[in-house]
């Protein structure tokens, strides 16, 4: 009987589609004896993964994670709160997702099916493909010892999961960044009908975390008066900031209300605000800007696929509760704790880049391996099927 291989997409937002995308597509053309499956719970999120597949959609298997109608109500008002529309779509779904020989999957909450062990036959094995490179404690949360292989994007993140994490250095494979497959890497749009600098903004969501809490609403408006109309601005945040008004960090038993959008930047034709498009999940933007403002998102790896000058506003490092340790990203541009300490830095951005560049390239190569042979979806395909071949 044929081994069959399923990819998760657990979630509420496609952003993790281009992760796991590359690497089903991969899979599909190399290995047509295996059986392969996608488990989608979100519409959009399947039609997502079968643009980005292609012809490929047609030659895998779907399955289908959708509550019934009365569980779904049920589990919208605590759905405000915490990811529990989620937990119960494994719940429910655990027979046919455990039926599986390797379940592949973006985040740890996937790991909630060993308590469900028992309705598989033969022992399902779970293998996770971190969406994102990036440098916050949780990436290395001790949950992630609970996979039996972990496939990351470099060198940086082995390391950091076995010292920081507790994984065995076994169970750990790096195979580049599957994401940098799905995307035309020298593709630049232009978005403006001007020839001023862009700048893209593009804060996290964790209420403990972000910068768009405190120094978010200031910044726009500075971009929509005065000096900062010199420039343009992307406001592409995470795409799970705007799909919630109140945010919670379990790491940091945190609870913020997110501040809405400024009329003047909503009004400022030099500004671009995208919180919820396609455009937030396919590089368009951290390809396009000539420099990057950002907090803790992983997507500055993403834009650093080309030197560029890039600011980070920090609003927790200080704070006694922060866990998070050093953060090797921060290490490629200036770090400031307000809007207006960066309103000073960014009309000589240029002239910071210099300092910096080095260390973004090094800070790069040791987060995103490259193989000019082999594509990373084609690492991570291989590494995957280690697991199934004696």
Not at 129 to 148: L, M, S, Y
Not at 338 to 355: E, F, G
């Amino acid at each position: 009987m044929s081994a069959k291989i399923l990819f998760l997409f657990n979630h509420d937002a496609a952003h993790q589609v281009a992760h796991l995308g590359g690497i089903v597509r991969w899979m599909r053309n190399a290995r047509p004896d295996l059986r392969i499956i996608c488990a989608t719970g979100v519409t959009s999120i399947r039609h997502c993964l079968e643009r980005l597949l292609g012809e490929a959609a047609n030659r895998i298997e779907w399955l289908d994670l959708a509550l019934p109608p009365w569980l779904d109500r049920f589990a919208a008002l605590p759905d405000k709160l915490a990811p529990v529309r989620r937990l119960m779509m494994l719940d429910h779904h655990a027979r046919p997702l455990l039926d599986a020989d390797l379940i592949v999957s973006a985040e740890r909450t996937c790991l909630r099916l060993r308590r469900w062990d028992g309705q598989s036959e033969h022992g399902a094995r779970f293998v996770h493909v971190p969406h994102g490179a990036g440098d916050r404690a949780v990436t290395f949360h001790a949950d992630k010892a609970g996979f039996d292989r972990i496939l990351v994007s470099g060198d940086k993140t082995a390391r950091a999961l076995v010292q920081r994490g507790g994984v065995s250095a076994d169970a750990v494979r790096v195979v580049g960044y599957s994401k940098f497959d799905t995307v035309d890497g020298a593709r630049r749009l232009h978005l403006f009908a001007n020839d001023r600098p862009t700048f893209l903004y593009n804060p996290h969501f964790d209420p403990f975390l972000s910068s768009w809490y405190e120094e978010g609403p200031a910044l726009l408006e500075w971009f929509a008066s005065g000096e900062g109309r010199a420039f343009n601005l992307i406001f592409a945040p995470h795409v799970m900031l705007f799909r919630k008004k109140l945010h919670i960090s379990p790491e940091y038993r945190r609870v913020r209300l997110r501040p809405g959008i400024p009329a003047a930047a909503r009004n400022a034709p030099n500004i671009l605000i995208d919180i919820d498009g396609p455009r937030l999940l396919d590089m368009s933007y951290t390809l396009s800007a000539d420099a990057y403002i950002g907090d803790v998102s992983s997507q500055v790896y993403e834009f650093l696929l080309r030197p560029r000058p890039v600011f980070f506003l920090d609003r927790f490092s200080h704070d006694p509760r922060s866990r998070e340790g050093g953060y090797p990203a921060w290490q490629t541009g200036d770090v400031v704790r307000s809007a207006a300490a960066l309103a000073d830095l960014l009309p000589s951005y240029k002239a910071r880049l210099p300092r910096y560049e080095a260390a973004q390239r090094r800070i790069f190569a040791e987060t995103m391996s490259r193989d000019p042979r082999r594509t990373a979806s084609q690492r991570a395909g291989e590494a995957i099927l280690e697991m199934l071949d004696p």
